[in-house]
């Protein structure tokens, strides 16, 4: 798969900081209808591929005027390989041509969570931006909720699990051993793939509208 998004940098008190949104998979053979939406909890160490994009983004307010080619970071890749096996899991063959919409919670791009969510809390002037959304599809195949422990957006939160009741969501973790129930859906980066296969399976429409 292949990841483009859109970018933009805006003066804080906490320096420059980079927002991104409308963020995108595409298969490797081109985009096509958004077959899928994934929702985390906010942007990490993804970044645009080409580096004269980001220089700009570090370095000044600047915004991409489309989504860009990006470079994904370590949570992204689990999740594609995820969705990959859920397919496999239930047999289903994915289009040739296909796209994934990935949302997450809220917008800043920032690697510590305990960090992004003082800055989700604390950047009033930039609400717009720090929890823009795109309007959903109601023809997903799937839809996966791996936002993890959070407290921001509850609101949110609740609106998508009521929209989207048949989302895939994983709420045990494998702790040192030791299988824990949680009350949220647990974060990809730690997340047992045989507990994500286990909550997928059957959960794969194909065609039909996920609600």
Not at 27 to 43: D, F, W
Not at 48 to 74: A, M
Not at 77 to 92: F, N
Request: a neutral charge.
């Amino acid at each position: 798969m292949d990841t483009y998004a859109h970018f933009i940098s805006r003066k804080t008190k906490q320096g420059i900081q980079i927002f991104r949104y409308n963020t995108e998979f595409h298969s490797v053979r081109g985009s096509g209808k958004a077959i899928g939406l994934v929702v985390m909890m906010n942007p990490g160490e993804a970044r645009p591929k080409d580096e004269d994009i980001f220089e700009l983004l570090q370095e000044s307010e600047y915004e991409t005027s489309t989504p860009v080619l990006t470079r994904p970071d370590n949570t992204m890749k689990k999740v594609m390989g995820l969705i990959e096996k859920a397919y496999e899991q239930d047999e289903i063959t994915m289009p040739e041509k296909y796209t994934i919409h990935i949302e997450n919670i809220f917008n800043i791009r920032e690697k510590n969570s305990d960090q992004a969510k003082k800055y989700a809390k604390g950047m009033t002037d930039l609400q717009n931006i720090m929890f823009k959304k795109r309007e959903y599809k109601d023809e997903y195949q799937f839809v996966f909720f791996a936002w993890g422990k959070l407290d921001v957006g509850e609101i949110y939160q609740e609106e998508l699990k009521k929209r989207f009741p048949n989302a895939i969501i994983v709420n045990k973790k494998n702790m040192q051993g030791k299988i824990t129930e949680v009350d949220y859906p647990v974060h990809p980066l730690y997340m047992n793939t045989e507990f994500f296969l286990e909550s997928s399976r059957g959960k794969i429409k194909n065609g039909i509208y996920c609600k």
